[in-house]
């Protein structure tokens, strides 16, 4: 009668895509297209903050884009993109209680077509999980520390998409 703890179990909170184009305003209609044709969702273009004259960069100007999707959509997704790396993930890019890859190429995604107004690009996939009861975090009122033994550390990430998302931990081809 050993029952698992239902607020121990892990789960996928979000997946985020991330597009970025720098300057170039071509490119991040490129990545706009990119992102909504991956997804089926239109994305949100990120806008710079700071003003770096080096790199002529000025408040108000859009450097990219972004998505997130949660629940099933946000799985299924990421299983898709998982195939497109051939489920491999590189060790260095799990961290605690996220990991994130790149997708060179966007045609290598299943059930993705090649758009010629597109190119060949590619863009940033991010994973977060959490646990039951990690909203005391965001929530508006009485908000909380999240206690250490809640916290998800990098071993569990790693065990979590291996066993629960098929993810071969080493250099993809």
Request: some cysteine.
């Amino acid at each position: 009668m050993n029952k698992e703890n239902k607020m121990r179990e892990i789960r996928v909170e979000k997946l985020t895509l991330n597009f970025g184009a720098g300057k170039e305003a071509e490119l991040l209609e490129k990545g706009v297209k990119l992102l909504k044709i991956v997804s089926g969702r239109d994305p949100v273009k990120t806008i710079t903050q700071k003003r770096i004259p080096e790199w002529g960069v000025r408040p108000g100007l859009p450097l990219g884009c972004k998505l997130t999707l949660r629940g099933k959509d946000a799985v299924e997704l990421l299983l898709r993109l998982l195939k497109a790396r051939t489920n491999k993930v590189k060790e260095s890019s799990f961290g605690a209680g996220n990991f994130s890859f790149g997708i060179p190429e966007y045609i290598d995604i299943p059930g993705v077509k090649y758009a010629p107004e597109l190119g060949i690009i590619g863009f940033e996939a991010a994973v977060t999980l959490a646990r039951p009861g990690y909203r005391i975090v965001s929530r508006k009122v009485k908000p909380k520390k999240l206690p250490k033994s809640h916290r998800i550390t990098v071993d569990e990430t790693m065990k979590f998409a291996v066993e629960k998302l098929g993810v071969q931990i080493g250099e993809p081809q």
